[in-house]
């Protein structure tokens, strides 16, 4: 076996696999850009959960329904509601989980969705529901990101996304 041939041989097998998605659904190139993104985005989860779950309900609100929040909270400021505080915190607790290891580990990946795809099937949610608040997610993730906004950071929060709904099916 010649030295120079298989570094060759391995650098040219890197190069194709960074742009080719593995069992996670996203490309090397993809889990960098998210992994770095999502460095910024959890220095303050609180602010981000909370300013995310807010959208959703404006844009989504049949969606109040599936939560515990009571009347008078769903009728005053979300934005004080503690209860969407701490579900939004667990939420994007558990998406940082999901990309700080779970791309880099893609049974831990496998083994979370289930987990999370039993959690929520007792309330019957959906894949069109998780994908509700997915795309909430990334338009609010990428606008946050506005200077860090990439080709490459679109396509991974997409990617992503489309791999945690795609586990509800």
Same mark, same amino acid.
């Given at each position: ?31 960098? =850009? ?20 807010? /959208? ?17 909270? =769903? ?12 579900? =939004?915190?667990? +939420? !994007? ?5 999901? /990309? ?20 929520? &099937? &007792? &309330?019957? +949610? ?9 795309? +909430?997610? !990334?338009?609010?993730?990428?606008? =946050?990101?506005?200077?860090? &906004? ?20």
């Amino acid at each position: 076996m010649s030295g120079p041939t298989s570094l060759v041989g391995a650098e040219e097998e890197e190069q194709t696999n960074y742009h080719t998605p593995d069992e996670t659904g996203l490309t090397k190139s993809q889990k960098v =850009a998210l992994i770095a993104a999502w460095s910024i985005v959890k220095k303050d989860l609180v602010t981000h959960g909370r300013n995310i779950f807010v /959208i959703f309900f404006e844009e989504y609100p049949q969606y109040l329904d599936y939560f515990d929040f009571s009347a008078s909270d =769903a009728a005053g400021d979300l934005g004080e509601n503690r209860s969407l505080h701490a579900h =939004a915190l667990n +939420v !994007m607790n558990f998406i940082g989980t999901l /990309i700080d290891y779970g791309l880099n580990d893609p049974d831990l990946l496998k083994c979370s969705l289930a987990r999370l795809v039993r959690n929520h &099937r &007792r &309330r019957n +949610v959906t894949k069109e529901d998780v994908g509700a608040v997915g795309g +909430v997610i !990334m338009r609010y993730c990428l606008k =946050a990101l506005e200077q860090h &906004r990439s080709k490459t950071l679109e396509d991974a929060f997409g990617a992503f996304l489309g791999t945690v709904a795609a586990a509800f099916e």
